[in-house]
């Protein structure tokens, strides 16, 4: 029994041996790969300690409340800005005799009349084909109807009692027939002293196209340069950029400009100009109204309410119409419809130096009444002359 019962214990260690055996080489050739290296992670910044992990605090210059320097609240402060220069104050050169320098912007003019009937004049017979020529260039040259026959007439009884025809004698006719034609005893002057003791209101006005901006710019100029302050009144509040070019035309020679909103009431700038002329005891107020359409009855009753506004403050002292002298008889229907509304006073004929037909001169003064006063020959900004007759006629026939 004993002997069975050692047989069992050995049996039972030799199996439990030889499981274990197996065990362990099986463990030895299915071993996993050993874990690959832990990356290099930078550990985050450290967060503030409190309590009693905190850092011992390092020292640091302080200030007290009365070493820095606090604002009192007396003075607003003020942020300085690069100074803007002013634009130069032009210096105009004088008017007198300024017609004679411009002579020869008028040769177009020149040649088509004055030498032209110069030719026709020294021809060895004057038949009537030869007069009926006369009167072809003058009306070629916009003197009108009624002052060619009078001219041709005159021109003809002085050929016939004088004889002689020679250059210089037939030059000196022709001049003091022309001369005469255009009337040197009217009144050229602009006149800018008002009654009352302000300052004198000249307002410009035409149609569209006819560079009236453009020359109450100038004649801005014309006035300053013959010794006088001006105030400009931008009452054409209709026209795109009016007002900005006319202020631009102002600062070039000192004059302030009144303006307005765009589309706004030109009445009403004409009012605050007159206004204020008087504040600044200006010599002059120069008022640019609106390119009136003729056609357009609306706006020439509102030009003639401008009138009205202003003479609240004075009676107005000068109405320039401006005329583009290219457009010929054309710029008598205008002239004839403003002279309605505004009572023109005088004339400023533009363009005459792209155009050969200066006997628009006569034309418009016979048509009108009234003196042609301010000749445009140019697009400089000094090219805006008095009218002057003599010097006139002797631009057109030459020397």
């Not at 290296?37 to 985050?44: H, L, S, V």
């Not at 109405?319 to 505004?342: I, K, M, P």
């Given at each position: 029994?004993?002997?069975?019962?050692?047989?069992?214990?050995?049996?039972?260690?030799?199996?439990?041996?030889?499981?274990?055996?197996?065990?362990?080489?099986?463990?030895?050739?299915?071993?996993?790969?050993?874990?690959?290296?832990?990356?290099?992670?930078?550990?985050?910044?450290?967060?503030?300690?409190?309590?009693?992990?905190?850092?011992?605090?390092r020292?640091?210059?302080?200030?007290?409340?009365?070493?820095?320097?606090?604002?009192d609240?007396?003075?607003?402060?003020?942020?300085?800005?690069?100074?803007?220069?002013?634009?130069?104050?032009?210096?105009?050169?004088?008017?007198?005799?300024?017609?004679?320098?411009?002579?020869?912007?008028?040769?177009?003019?020149?040649?088509?009349?004055?030498?032209?009937l110069?030719?026709?004049?020294?021809?060895?017979?004057?038949?009537?084909?030869?007069?009926?020529?006369?009167?072809?260039t003058l009306?070629?040259?916009?003197?009108?109807?009624?002052?060619?026959?009078?001219?041709?007439?005159?021109?003809?009884?002085?050929v016939?009692?004088?004889?002689?025809?020679?250059?210089?004698?037939?030059?000196?006719?022709?001049?003091e027939?022309?001369?005469a034609?255009?009337?040197?005893?009217?009144?050229?002057?602009?006149?800018?002293?008002?009654?009352?003791?302000?300052?004198?209101?000249?307002?410009?006005?035409?149609?569209?196209?006819?560079?009236?901006?453009?020359?109450?710019?100038?004649?801005?100029?014309v006035?300053?340069?013959?010794?006088?302050?001006?105030?400009?009144?931008?009452?054409?509040?209709?026209?795109?950029?009016?007002?900005?070019?006319?202020?631009?035309?102002?600062?070039?020679?000192?004059?302030?400009?009144?303006?307005?909103?765009?589309?706004?009431?030109?009445?009403?700038?004409?009012?605050?100009?007159?206004?204020?002329?008087k504040?600044?005891?200006?010599?002059?107020?120069?008022?640019?109204?609106?390119?009136?359409?003729?056609?357009?009855?609306?706006?020439?009753?509102?030009?003639?309410k401008?009138?009205?506004?202003?003479?609240?403050?004075?009676?107005?002292?000068?109405?320039?119409?401006?005329?583009?002298?290219?457009?010929?008889?054309?710029?008598?229907?205008?002239?004839?419809?403003?002279?309605?509304?505004?009572?023109?006073?005088?004339i400023?004929?533009?363009?005459?130096?792209?155009?050969?037909?200066?006997?628009?001169?006569?034309?418009?003064?016979?048509?009108?009444?009234?003196?042609?006063?301010?000749i445009?020959?140019?697009?400089?900004?000094?090219?805006?002359?008095?009218?002057e007759?003599?010097?006139?006629?002797?631009?057109?026939?030459?020397?």
């Amino acid at each position: 029994m004993d002997i069975l019962i050692l047989a069992v214990v050995i049996a039972v260690v030799v199996v439990g041996a030889l499981g274990g055996l197996i065990v362990g080489s099986r463990r030895k050739k299915q071993l996993p790969p050993p874990p690959p290296a832990a990356p290099d992670i930078t550990a985050p910044p450290a967060e503030p300690h409190v309590g009693d992990e905190a850092e011992t605090p390092r020292e640091e210059p302080r200030r007290t409340l009365e070493e820095v320097d606090l604002p009192d609240g007396s003075a607003p402060v003020v942020v300085e800005e690069p100074p803007t220069e002013a634009p130069a104050i032009e210096i105009p050169e004088p008017t007198a005799g300024r017609l004679v320098r411009l002579r020869a912007r008028l040769s177009r003019s020149q040649n088509a009349l004055g030498k032209g009937l110069l030719t026709l004049l020294s021809r060895e017979h004057l038949d009537e084909d030869t007069w009926e020529e006369v009167e072809d260039t003058l009306l070629t040259a916009d003197v009108g109807v009624q002052p060619t026959l009078e001219l041709v007439e005159r021109l003809r009884e002085r050929v016939k009692v004088l004889g002689t025809r020679t250059p210089a004698e037939l030059r000196g006719l022709l001049r003091e027939e022309l001369v005469a034609l255009i009337d040197p005893g009217m009144d050229r002057t602009v006149h800018t002293e008002n009654e009352t003791g302000g300052p004198g209101i000249v307002m410009v006005v035409g149609v569209n196209g006819t560079g009236k901006t453009t020359t109450t710019g100038k004649l801005a100029r014309v006035l300053v340069a013959d010794g006088n302050t001006v105030v400009l009144g931008a009452a054409d509040t209709f026209r795109a950029a009016a007002a900005d070019q006319l202020e631009t035309w102002g600062e070039r020679v000192g004059a302030h400009t009144v303006r307005g909103p765009e589309a706004g009431d030109p009445a009403s700038v004409a009012f605050d100009a007159v206004k204020e002329g008087k504040e600044m005891a200006a010599d002059v107020v120069l008022i640019d109204t609106a390119g009136r359409l003729h056609t357009k009855t609306g706006l020439m009753d509102e030009l003639g309410k401008v009138k009205r506004v202003v003479e609240k403050h004075a009676p107005l002292d000068e109405v320039l119409l401006v005329l583009d002298a290219t457009t010929g008889q054309n710029g008598l229907v205008q002239a004839r419809v403003f002279a309605e509304v505004v009572d023109i006073t005088g004339i400023v004929l533009t363009k005459l130096d792209g155009t050969a037909k200066g006997g628009i001169v006569v034309a418009v003064q016979r048509e009108l009444g009234v003196p042609v006063k301010l000749i445009g020959l140019g697009e400089g900004a000094d090219d805006l002359a008095p009218f002057e007759p003599d010097a006139f006629v002797d631009a057109l026939i030459g020397e």
